[in-house]
């Protein structure tokens, strides 16, 4: 395959013009391009510049709002509710970071639920930038129907990921996402455009039959949880927090979708952040890093979500191996 070497510089820029030039304002396209340039950065990049087209669409269908201006009422001693204007979650974020931060250190915990609203992008950076802060995060999302329930034969529920993030004493904070299914759509339509098969079984055939083929998985749309009936239940428990807690749409109701030609539902986003600090255990970032380092004392284990940071010193000091035939089809040649 062949690349082209851009520095995380020229991937920001070129996500921006992107955006800008889909219809976004001057703040949204800010902060879905240094989205794309961290899933660049750390990974996965499916989510990064292969998801500008998808950002695109998504305006020109009349589907979201490239001019939101999101707003956040405090509804509870502990909690806040906000409502995206329907632009995409991580400006409405942006909007209420600092808030659902000083509530967390007033109350102990707090939570944030978010609708009318989108989300395309790597869910662990809703999370990182709380446990910047010292605090633990966590966060779930609805998505468009592509699970199939095990034992079941049709999607019901999306991908439906879930970060976790937590300070770390002298490391940077540990964050991890994962979605519900056993391979990200993302990566499954990468693999069939680079013509390879999954290394695992990822989702059903068209004969209702599992499959490594990312072209059959790509036709049906049915896609596997992982680990069968845990996988299951853990994306249950996320449309209930996602969608349901939040008041976003289910992941199987798409009749706004379908109308516009849309690529995902308008979802729900739940972000609940912890302060340690309050909940009377001195020693609780000692004993993180006395689990956290049994785990790195292994040959061959990590903690997960520590596999980023061997990607981002590459990235940040070799730039990133960009396929031509991607810059050729956002229209920056190659």
């Known amino acids: 395959m062949e690349t082209k070497t851009l520095s995380l510089a020229q991937v920001r820029d070129l996500a921006k013009t992107w955006l800008v030039d889909a219809g976004m304002d001057a703040q949204g396209s800010d902060v879905l391009a240094d989205l794309v340039t961290?899933?660049?950065?750390?990974?996965?990049?499916?989510?990064?510049?292969r998801m500008l087209p998808v950002y695109k669409q998504s305006f020109e269908c009349g589907y979201a709002n490239p001019a939101a201006q999101p707003t956040v009422a405090r509804v509870a001693p502990g909690v806040l509710r906000g409502d995206g204007d329907n632009g995409y979650f991580q400006i409405a974020m942006e909007a209420?970071?600092?808030?659902?931060?000083d509530v967390a250190r007033?109350?102990?915990?707090?939570?944030?639920?978010?609708?009318?609203?989108?989300?395309?992008?790597?869910l662990r950076f809703d999370t990182m930038a709380l446990a910047d802060e010292g605090l633990i995060a966590i966060a779930v999302v609805n998505a468009l129907k592509?699970?199939?329930?095990?034992?079941?034969?049709?999607?019901?529920?999306?991908?439906?990921?879930?970060?976790?993030?937590?300070?770390?004493?002298?490391?940077?904070?540990?964050?991890?996402?994962?979605?519900?299914?056993?391979?990200?759509?993302?990566?499954?339509?990468?693999?069939?455009?680079?013509?390879h098969m999954l290394d695992v079984y990822g989702g059903l055939d068209p004969d209702g039959n599992v499959t490594k083929d990312p072209v059959a998985i790509t036709e049906t749309l049915s896609l596997l949880p992982f680990a069968e009936h845990k996988g299951?239940?853990?994306?249950?428990?996320?449309?209930?927090?996602?969608?349901?807690?939040?008041?976003?749409?289910?992941?199987?109701?798409t009749a706004e979708?379908?109308?516009?030609?849309?690529?995902?539902?308008?979802?729900?986003?739940?972000?609940?952040?912890?302060?340690?600090?309050?909940?009377?255990?001195?020693?609780?970032?000692?004993?993180?890093?006395?689990?956290?380092g049994a785990i790195t004392d292994m040959p061959g284990?990590?903690?997960?979500?520590?596999?980023?940071?061997?990607?981002?010193?590459?990235?940040?000091?070799?730039?990133?191996?960009?396929?031509?035939?991607?810059l050729k089809d956002l229209g920056f040649g190659g």
């Not at 961290?38 to 510049?49: F, I, Q, T, Y």
């Not at 209420?96 to 931060?101: G, S, T």
């Not at 007033?106 to 790597?122: M, R, S």
């Open 38 to 49: 961290m899933s660049e950065r750390d990974g996965p990049r499916s989510h990064g510049l």
């Open 96 to 101: 209420a970071r600092q808030q659902l931060i």
């Open 106 to 122: 007033q109350q102990g915990i707090a939570g944030y639920t978010c609708a009318n609203c989108h989300h395309l992008a790597a």
């Open 146 to 195: 592509l699970i199939v329930p095990h034992g079941g034969d049709k999607p019901i529920f999306g991908t439906n990921p879930m970060s976790f993030a937590c300070p770390r004493e002298g490391a940077d904070p540990i964050v991890w996402d994962q979605s519900s299914s056993v391979v990200a759509l993302m990566d499954i339509k990468m693999a069939a455009a680079e013509g």
């Open 232 to 253: 299951t239940g853990i994306a249950l428990m996320v449309e209930i927090l996602g969608a349901a807690l939040a008041g976003g749409t289910l992941s199987m109701d």
């Open 257 to 292: 979708k379908e109308a516009l030609g849309a690529l995902n539902v308008k979802p729900g986003v739940t972000v609940i952040a912890i302060d340690p600090a309050k909940w009377g255990n001195p020693a609780f970032l000692e004993q993180v890093s006395q689990v956290a």
């Open 301 to 326: 284990a990590r903690v997960p979500g520590d596999g980023r940071h061997v990607k981002r010193a590459k990235a940040e000091s070799e730039g990133i191996a960009v396929s031509t035939a991607v």
